[in-house]
């Protein structure tokens, strides 16, 4: 059973593992890239859990922290915001847990945060990722060419939104 809860100072050990891990963070956040310390890890991870701006929740698999979601950038005069989503936890891949938490989260943004707009932007290589975004509604606009550099090797990152009009619960 997958659950959303608040981040917690209890978590912040996980993110140590899994940032320092090169194939858990490939296609994650640019910064995973450049930290390297555990004091980068811990500010970035205190910022992340007192940033207003976004809604940050860890997802729980049968209790097991296995990673975070959200939606970053809300603008609430857009009524939009960006959808973003990491499982650091590589025993939990590929379990269908990424498109049942985008479909929670893009519920959420819809009925609780009263978004009309969620996007977001994935590497072309994420093949996994681009299909569960595809089944929890989010459609292609987009391309941006050669935008990611991982391993050496220039990738295009896609840009995908879902509408409140076109979603389906």
């Known amino acids: 059973m997958i659950k959303l809860k608040p981040l917690t100072p209890e978590n912040l050990p996980s993110f140590y593992k899994w940032i320092k891990d ?7 956040l640019s ?3 450049a930290m390297k310390t555990d004091q ?3 500010d970035w991870y205190a910022q992340a859990i007192s940033d207003k701006r976004n809604s940050n929740h860890g997802i729980f698999v049968d209790g097991v922290f296995v990673g975070y979601a959200g939606i970053s950038g809300i603008s609430t005069i857009n009524k939009s915001g960006e959808y973003f989503i990491f ?5 939990h891949w590929g379990k269908g847990i990424g498109t049942q938490v985008t479909q929670m989260i893009v519920k959420m943004g819809f009925e609780e945060l009263g978004l009309n707009r969620i996007m977001l932007s994935v590497s072309v290589p994420n093949v996994g990722g681009v299909k569960a975004y595809e089944r929890a509604g989010f459609v ?3 391309r ?5 550099l991982r391993n050496g090797e220039y990738h ?6 879902v509408l409140k009009s076109e979603w389906k619960p």
């Open 156 to 161: 295009d990152k896609l840009v995908m939104s």
């Open 40 to 42: 980068q890890i811990e």
């Open 31 to 33: 910064i995973f890239q």
């Open 144 to 148: 941006y060419r050669e935008a990611a």
């Open 140 to 142: 292609l606009e987009g």
């Open 22 to 28: 090169e194939e858990a963070i490939i296609y994650s």
């Open 87 to 91: 499982i650091g936890d590589k025993d």
